[in-house]
T-cell receptor, first 111, second 114 residues
């Protein structure tokens, strides 16, 4: 099994729908992150969490929310999806100064 | 704030050619530097890292040296293979204040042709 598992791998949804992207990890890391990747823009941080009770906004959190259900689970929600949220979404985990372990990504299309 | 600048791609090389992907950074603290690689359809994987000035990170034939005087962390490989075709991201991690904030470059696509 992968160290960081994201579900679903691909999703097409309609404008205005609520959607949840899930992430689970077996690394035992405390820190978890959600990024989105857009062509030419690299990766941008949406939310991050240093433990179950610590949730923080990243640089582009508007329109998104997160839930850290357990140390190993960190989900990202789009309350009302819009087309410009079409992107590749990555979950990542880390220990301090050890670099990130990324999931394989969720390709989300909002039509 | 922190920033990472990478050369724009795509970079197209023939197999066995020498590779350099430039990366420069700006940071207020004493960052750690990373190179990540993203193969098609996959997430990013840590390729190598360096945590202080003059450190050299290396992995799978790739190398990068942390140059504080030029604020650079260029990625090099002596002889590329078709299997090296991927997108490469330079990143820095700022450890100041006990909070690890990672800033990524925009990525450089490498295409290696036989």
């Amino acid at each position: 099994d992968a160290d960081v598992t994201q579900t679903p791998r691909n999703r097409i949804t309609k404008t205005g729908k609520r959607i949840m992207l899930e992430c689970s990890q077996t690394k035992g890391h405390d820190r978890m992150y959600w990024y989105r990747q857009d062509p030419g823009l690299g990766l941008r941080l949406i939310y991050y969490s240093f433990d179950v009770k610590d949730i923080n906004k990243g640089e582009i959190s508007d329109g998104y929310s997160v839930s850290r259900q357990a140390q190993a689970k960190f989900s990202l929600s789009l309350e009302s999806a819009i087309p410009n949220q079409t992107a590749l979404y990555f979950c990542a985990t880390s220990r301090l100064n050890y670099g990130y372990t990324f999931g394989s990504g969720t390709r989300l299309t909002v039509v | 704030g922190n920033s990472v600048t990478q050369m724009e791609g795509p970079v197209t090389l023939s197999e066995e050619a020498f590779l350099t992907i430039n990366c420069t950074y700006t940071a207020t603290g004493y960052p750690s530097l990373f190179w990540y690689v993203q193969y098609p359809g996959e997430g990013l994987q840590l390729l190598l890292k360096a945590t202080k000035a003059d450190d050299k990170g290396s992995n799978k034939g790739f190398e990068a040296t942390y140059r504080k005087e030029t604020t650079s962390f260029h990625l090099e490989k002596g002889s590329v293979q078709v299997s090296d075709s991927a997108v490469y991201f330079c990143a820095l991690s700022d450890r100041s204040g006990g909070y690890q904030k990672v800033t990524f470059g925009t990525g450089t696509k490498l295409q290696v042709i036989p």
